[in-house]
């Protein structure tokens, strides 16, 4: 799910990353909107309320929505850095750091939720973002930029487009394909509607608040602790193949 890229990289595990990661993305998104009411897992919004307060000439206001975009760029960039360092030692999970980052930021906002208040929710929702740039990039690169998990926008646009191709089967032979693609998305989709309504009924009727992002974080580290262990134990059978 995380290990394999290029050629070895089938649908199957980037189903089951989508899965994982779209689901995690629609707890955080519903779980910042309810206790902070800012989107944390996408800059669309945020970069038009800035080009709002700039247009009211507004300027200082408007900088709090800076802080927002760059914190997602800022996750987007360390994502990536670290990926790239770790990309030479091909023994090592190169995906593994910035999962263990993003799952330790949900486990620090939760944690620190129950001693505090939440005086400054603007440097939570700047982390927040951190955390989903991180998670964006990473899915992007493991997926070779065919999935996307932390907003919507730009699946309901692909989604459209295939579906449509669906109906010229001359122009667009290759309807199997199509069709996988179709599917990958409706997975996306589907999961992170699933996340924002598990994210909700976890902040609002479990009354659990910032806590639920602890069941993102899990999921996080559940994810990574099975692929390694998937991991080994394929290298293992593939060991006692060879040495048969």
């Given at each position: 799910?995380?290990?394999?890229?290029?050629?070895?990289r089938t649908?199957?595990?980037?189903?089951?990353?989508?899965?994982?990661?779209?689901?995690?993305?629609?707890?955080?998104?519903?779980?910042?909107?309810?206790?902070?009411?800012?989107?944390?897992?996408?800059?669309?919004?945020?970069?038009?309320?800035?080009?709002?307060?700039?247009?009211?000439?507004?300027?200082?206001?408007?900088?709090?929505?800076?802080?927002?975009?760059?914190?997602?760029?800022?996750?987007?960039?360390?994502?990536?850095?670290?990926?790239?360092?770790?990309?030479?030692?091909?023994?090592?999970?190169?995906?593994?750091?910035?999962?263990?980052?993003?799952?330790?930021?949900?486990?620090?906002?939760?944690?620190?939720?129950?001693?505090?208040?939440?005086?400054?929710?603007?440097?939570?929702?700047?982390?927040?973002?951190?955390?989903?740039?991180?998670q964006n990039?990473?899915?992007?690169?493991?997926?070779?930029?065919?999935?996307?998990?932390?907003?919507?926008?730009?699946?309901?646009?692909?989604?459209?487009?295939?579906?449509?191709?669906?109906?010229?089967?001359?122009?667009?032979?290759?309807?199997?394909?199509?069709?996988?693609?179709?599917?990958?998305?409706?997975?996306?989709?589907?999961?992170?509607?699933?996340?924002?309504?598990?994210?909700?009924?976890?902040?609002?009727?479990?009354?659990?608040?910032?806590?639920?992002?602890?069941?993102?974080?899990?999921?996080?580290?559940?994810?990574?602790?099975?692929?390694?262990?998937?991991?080994?134990?394929?290298?293992?059978?593939?060991r006692k193949?060879?040495?048969?």
């Open positions: 799910m995380l290990r394999h890229q290029g050629r070895s649908l199957r595990h980037n189903l089951q990353i989508a899965t994982v990661l779209s689901f995690v993305a629609g707890i955080v998104n519903v779980t910042g909107f309810l206790s902070i009411h800012q989107l944390t897992t996408n800059v669309t919004g945020h970069f038009a309320q800035f080009m709002y307060d700039v247009e009211n000439f507004q300027f200082w206001q408007g900088t709090i929505y800076v802080l927002y975009i760059f914190s997602f760029l800022l996750g987007s960039f360390s994502s990536s850095f670290l990926i790239e360092i770790f990309k030479e030692n091909k023994k090592l999970n190169i995906f593994a750091t910035p999962i263990l980052i993003e799952s330790l930021i949900l486990i620090i906002i939760a944690v620190n939720s129950n001693f505090t208040a939440i005086e400054f929710p603007h440097i939570i929702a700047c982390f927040l973002l951190f955390a989903m740039g991180m990039s990473y899915v992007t690169e493991i997926s070779n930029a065919i999935v996307r998990t932390t907003h919507l926008t730009g699946l309901f646009t692909d989604l459209g487009i295939e579906l449509s191709q669906l109906f010229f089967p001359k122009t667009h032979p290759n309807r199997k394909k199509i069709r996988a693609t179709i599917r990958l998305r409706l997975y996306i989709i589907a999961f992170f509607f699933i996340g924002g309504i598990t994210g909700g009924l976890c902040y609002s009727t479990f009354n659990l608040k910032l806590n639920t992002l602890l069941l993102g974080a899990f999921i996080l580290l559940a994810s990574l602790i099975y692929d390694d262990v998937r991991f080994g134990w394929i290298k293992a059978k593939r193949i060879q040495e048969w």
